[in-house]
């Protein structure tokens, strides 16, 4: 195997997903190994309630992944997702002297300003920046502009507090390194847009099991995120309030299920079988499906801001497990009267795998593929061995741990990123240490200071000029009795 490839581990509400690959000199990237644990346990709507056996299922995920590949894991990527996240506006501003010229630094100033805004309860993971208004001029980039006032405009994604600490608890139980945390939603929006999607506007609806997840994009800048707690599992638990287990409905579901029927296509006589005893109406069972599946799109496109619902004019694009109900394009156009529906069911990298689930193109590995094409650290360890220690703090072949890039600031760290826990406690106490370095440069410079205003006060005191003219009158008559 080689001793070069990149992990991500995507934390699903019915599937956590593990994929290795290899990153090819064309930017082809050949997927090595894949494996799933169901989470349905211990993993809600995205996000993890239960910590312990999270860290389990990471681990038999690693270990598995390790034994398919003969090599050992030495990092892995994350993706940040799940209910609870959500995207708000702030303004960051700030009046400058007369005719100021704008810098670097004053813009970094705005940005840390931005991230240092205080949500209860809701940690900032990420800061997309919409523009900057340089006095009444609005600029994507004012550095070296003249001006007297400028705004930073800043769409900060946010997450509960208890959400994102889980999370990072999980991986600290299991052991495991994290490379880098990415927001999910951005890394499967940059591998299944195309460019012109983004710069003429869009929205991308990833349609999972227990979420939906809402991005809408004007001129290439992220411009709102949203995770609605609504997904098909809903219409599936609708399904088996006919008296029927789950996993029949999610059968029925998948083979009898349609998006969207017109009423005349209807026939009021024919029914489906729920076992061989029971059958269901076909006009009740397509009221049940479609009913939820228009609150799920009434909810996805209530997500789209005013500003720019008749600005999509690169359309709506659907993935994930859901878009691939049958019709599911024209239930999207009839509610929200958008013609150009576009179903993304691959990322746009090319990819090679003799993985079946890989291959089989059905939106369903869209996610956790992005979450690997943003890869760039090597996570390829030593040889596997079955008998040894799988999650050894220093492994073989390990290259820019995350141990070198845990110190960068908020500012530092590209868009998407999500900083981990350790690595915001490594910045912080980095922080903390060179502001009091300042401090103590300050207070040293004011004793100095202090100083010399006290011995200039103490000279120019009528005691000390008295002295040195008494000095000076001795000196001249001894000189004058030599």
């Known amino acids: 195997m080689p001793k070069e490839f990149i992990v991500a581990i995507e934390l699903g509400s019915s599937k956590m997903t ?14 090595l190994a894949c494996v799933k644990e169901d989470s349905s346990s211990f993993i809600r709507k995205g996000v993890v ?18 034994k398919q590949l003969k090599t050992t894991i030495t990092q892995v990527y994350v993706g940040v997702a799940g209910q ?3 995207s708000i506006h702030n303004v960051i501003a700030k009046d400058v002297p007369s005719d100021s010229v704008v810098t670097q630094d004053m813009v ?12 209860p309860d809701q940690e900032i993971l990420d800061a997309a920046v919409q523009e900057y208004k340089v006095d009444a001029q609005y600029q994507l980039d004012p550095v070296g502009i003249q001006c007297t006032h400028i705004e930073g405009n800043f769409l900060n994604i946010l997450q509960r507090k208890t959400f994102y600490k889980n999370l990072n608890k999980c991986f600290e139980n299991a052991e495991i390194s994290v490379a880098e945390m990415y927001l999910a939603p951005l890394a499967l929006a940059d591998s ?24 809408v994009y004007f001129k290439n800048i992220l411009r709102h995120l949203a995770v609605i707690p609504l997904g098909f599992n809903n219409i599936v638990k609708d399904i088996a309030s006919l008296q029927m287990e789950e996993r029949v409905a999610e059968h029925m579901m998948i083979k009898y299920g349609s998006a969207y029927t017109e009423n005349n296509e209807i026939d009021n006589n024919m029914k489906y079988s729920i076992d061989q005893d029971r059958q269901v109406e076909a006009r009740k069972f397509i009221e049940i499906i479609e009913g939820r599946l228009e609150e799920i799109i009434a909810n996805v496109w209530c ?57 089989a193109r059905d939106g369903r590995m869209n996610t956790v593929l992005g979450l690997l094409a943003k890869g760039d650290i090597n996570c390829a360890g030593g040889e596997y061995d079955p008998n040894g220690d799988l999650f050894a703090a220093q492994r073989p072949g390990t290259i820019d741990t995350p141990e070198q890039r845990r110190a960068r600031t908020a500012t530092e ?16 106490e980095e922080a903390r240490l060179k502001k009091e370095e300042e401090e103590r440069l300050a207070r040293e410079e004011a004793e100095r200071k202090a100083r010399e205003e006290a011995e200039e006060r103490r000279r120019n005191s009528p005691l000390s000029k008295f002295g040195r003219w008494l000095k000076s009158a001795a000196t001249k008559i001894v000189e004058e009795e030599e």
Not at 18 to 31: E, P, R, T
Not at 192 to 210: K, N, P, Q
Not at 303 to 330: A, F, R, W
Not at 420 to 425: G, H, L, V
């Open 303 to 359: 997500q789209v801001p005013e500003d720019y619902c008749d600005k999509l004019l690169g359309g709506i694009i659907l993935t994930g497990g859901g878009s691939n109900m049958k019709d599911i394009e024209k239930a999207f156009q009839n509610y929200t009267h958008i013609d150009k529906i576009r179903i993304a069911k691959f990322v746009t990298q090319t990819i090679t795998s003799q993985i079946s689930e890989v291959t």
């Open 413 to 428: 760290t590209p868009a998407g990123v999500v900083r981990t826990a350790e690595e915001k406690r490594l910045a912080e």
């Open 192 to 215: 299944v847009l195309t460019e012109t999607e983004r710069r003429s506007g869009c929205a991308l609806v990833d349609l999972g099991a227990e979420t939906t997840t809402v991005c």
């Open 49 to 66: 309630y239960n910590i312990d056996k999270t860290a389990q299922s990471l681990t038999n995920i690693v270990s598995r992944l390790e």
């Open 108 to 119: 970094i100033e705005l940005m840390d300003a931005n991230r240092n805004v205080n949500y």
């Open 18 to 31: 593990g994929i290795a690959g290899k990153k090819n000199l064309d930017g082809s990237i050949q997927v």
């Open 84 to 86: 609870s996240i959500r």
